[in-house]
């Protein structure tokens, strides 16, 4: 049984910077793509950055150049660092593990293990 669980959300400025931590009860991080997801009041849940086990990244277009997501596999964490951070931002984070398809990184139904989330706001 996979328990993934999410760490450092929180209130900040607009321009600020926050970094999110997920860890996981099991050795998933080995295999899984692993990425977050927003949810904001009265939207639909959206992914925002996945990085696969090759290590290889993406990026949802509104993040791009201000967000960063690393995994230590040895560690079984997940990491999102937020910089430049807008109002926009403001949202549940999720953490996700899974095996999406190609391309599908940023679809909620291809992630079997999810957190719990943790809140962040951007004034």
């Known amino acids: 049984h996979v328990q993934l669980v999410e760490s450092g959300g929180g209130s900040v400025q607009a321009g600020g910077s926050l970094r999110l931590s997920c860890g996981a009860s099991g050795s998933i991080y080995g295999d899984a793509c692993v990425g977050w997801l927003r949810q904001a009041p009265g939207k639909e849940r959206e992914g925002v950055a996945a990085?696969?086990?090759?290590?290889?990244?993406s990026y949802a277009d509104s993040v791009k150049g201000r967000f960063t997501i690393s995994r230590d596999n040895a560690k079984d964490t997940l990491y999102l660092q937020m910089d430049s951070l807008k109002p926009e931002d403001t949202a549940m984070y999720y953490c996700?593990?899974?095996?999406?398809?190609?391309?599908?990184?940023?679809?909620?139904?291809?992630?079997?293990?999810w957190g719990q989330g943790t809140q962040v706001t951007v004034s």
């Open positions: 996700a593990a899974g095996w999406p398809a190609g391309g599908m990184w940023d679809r909620t139904s291809e992630y079997k293990y």
């Open positions: 990085i696969d086990s090759d290590g290889i990244a």
